[in-house]
C-alpha cells in the first residue's frame, strides 16, 4: 500500500487531487543513482522537463546532480535552485536568441546544438556578448529505441540531432566559428527504454562517431549518452528503484573511452517516476449498458500521458477493501472521450469519496497538466507533511 493507516487517516479530510511525492523513496533512488555513475566516473545531469518541482529539484541539485535544460526558463531555473552552472546543459530543437542569451550570460557548461544554423546563431551571439560558448554537437545516429513513436528521438524521421550525412559540413562551419568550442558528441534515442540492448546499440553508434571525430583530428572530451532509461509502471512497489548498476554497466563495457573522455547522462524519468502518485477522489460510479465507470476528479488535465501516449499507469485504492472485485473504466471529468485513465481496471467496488491513487506519476505528469476545461492549478502533498 502506498500509504499506512496513519496517513490514510490524515489524507482523508485533503482537498484533491494532489501529486503526492514520497521524499523517501526519491532519496533512495537519487543515492542508488549517483553512487551507481560515481563508480564509473560518469556525470548524470537531471533533466528538468520530466518534474521542475521545487522540493524535488532541491534535493536532486543536494545530491550533485547537474541539470538537463531545454527551454532558458529551465535555464533560469537550473540556476535559481543552485545548480552550479558549470553543471548545466542546454538542449532543444528550438531555442530561441532570448534563450541562448539567457544561458550565455549564465556561462553554462554546453549547448547540445541540434543544427548547423543554430551553431551559426550561437557563434554570432556569444561574439555579440563577448564570451565562449562550449557546444556538443547532437548526432541523430539512427538507432530505434523500441519504444512509444512519439518519444522515439533517434531515428532518421525524427525531427532531433544533425543527420550524419551533414557532419562534415558541421565539422567545417565549427572549424570556422570564432566564439565555439566543440567538446562534445549528444546522443539521445528516445524514452522509457527497458530493453538495455537499445543502449547497446547506441554504444556502438557513439563509438563510431566519435572516431570518425578523432580521424579527423577534433579530440571529443565528452560523450553525452543522453537518457531514456525506463522504469516498470506495471510494477511500481517491487520495483520502485530502477536498476542503475545494469544501465551504466552497459556503457562502461561497451563505450571506448580514453582517459580524458568524460561521460554524461540526461536522465529525467528514472530519477523521479516512481516518487509520484497522482491522488484523486471518487466523485461518481455509474454502470453503463456495457460498462462501469469510476469518474474521479482527477483528469487528463492533471495527468495526461494515457490520454496522449495510452501509457499504462496502475490505478489502485489508497485504502484496503475487501469488497468484490469490479471491471472498471477509470475515467476523469473532462468533455474528452479519451480523459481515461484505464479501461476494465479490476478494483474493489467502490463508492462517491473513495480515494484513488494513479501510480508512477512522478515523470512527465505535474510537468504537462493543462487549465483545459478552467481546471484548478495541480496541488501537491510530500511525504514528509504526512
Ligand atoms: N535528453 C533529451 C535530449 C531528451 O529529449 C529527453 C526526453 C531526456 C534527456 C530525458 O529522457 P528520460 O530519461 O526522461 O527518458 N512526455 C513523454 C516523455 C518525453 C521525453 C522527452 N525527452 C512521456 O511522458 O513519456
Known sequence: MLFNKDQQDKLRGVQTPFYYYDLNLLDATLESAKSAADKRGFH?????????????????????????????????????????????????????????????????????VESIQEMEVIDELAG?????????????????????????????????????????RAASVIRDSKNVDLIG?????????????????????????????????????????????????????????????????IFDRFLERGPQQEVHFELGRALVAQSGSLISKVLYTKSGVKKHFLILDAGMTELMRPALYQAYHKIERVTQSDNKIINYDVVGPIC???????????????ARGDLIAVRTAGAYGEVMASRYNLRNEIRYIYSDSL
Open 185 to 249: 558528441l549528444h546522443f539521445h534515442v528516445g524514452s522509457q527504454i527497458t530493453d538495455l540492448n537499445v543502449f547497446k546499440s547506441l554504444c556502438v553508434k557513439v563509438n563510431e562517431w566519435k572516431s570518425w571525430f578523432e580521424e579527423r583530428g577534433t579530440l571529443i572530451r565528452v560523450l553525452n549518452v543522453g537518457g531514456g532509461l525506463g522504469v516498470d509502471y506495471l510494477h511500481p512497489d517491487e520495483h520502485a528503484i530502477p536498476d542503475f548498476e545494469a544501465y551504466f554497466d
Open 336 to 350: 474528452e472521450s479519451s480523459d481515461c485513465f484505464g479501461k476494465e481496471v479490476p478494483l474493489p467496488e467502490s
Open 44 to 112: 548524470v545531469h537531471y533533466a528538468l522537463k520530466a518534474n521542475f518541482n521545487d522540493r524535488l529539484l532541491e534535493r536532486i541539485q543536494a545530491k550533485g546532480f547537474g541539470a538537463d535544460c531545454v527551454s532558458g526558463n529551465e535555464v533560469q531555473k537550473a540556476v535559481d535552485t543552485g545548480f552550479p552552472a558549470d553543471k548545466i546543459t542546454f538542449a532543444g530543437v528550438g531555442k530561441s536568441d532570448v534563450e541562448i542569451k539567457t544561458a550565455l550570460r549564465h556561462g553554462i557548461f554546453a549547448f547540445n
Open 128 to 168: 555579440e556578448l563577448g564570451v565562449r560558448a562550449n557546444v556538443s554537437l547532437r548526432i541523430n545516429p539512427n538507432v530505434d529505441a523500441n519504444t512509444h513513436h512519439y518519444i522515439t528521438t533517434g531515428l532518421d524521421e525524427n525531427k532531433f540531432g544533425v543527420p550524419t550525412s551533414e557532419l562534415e
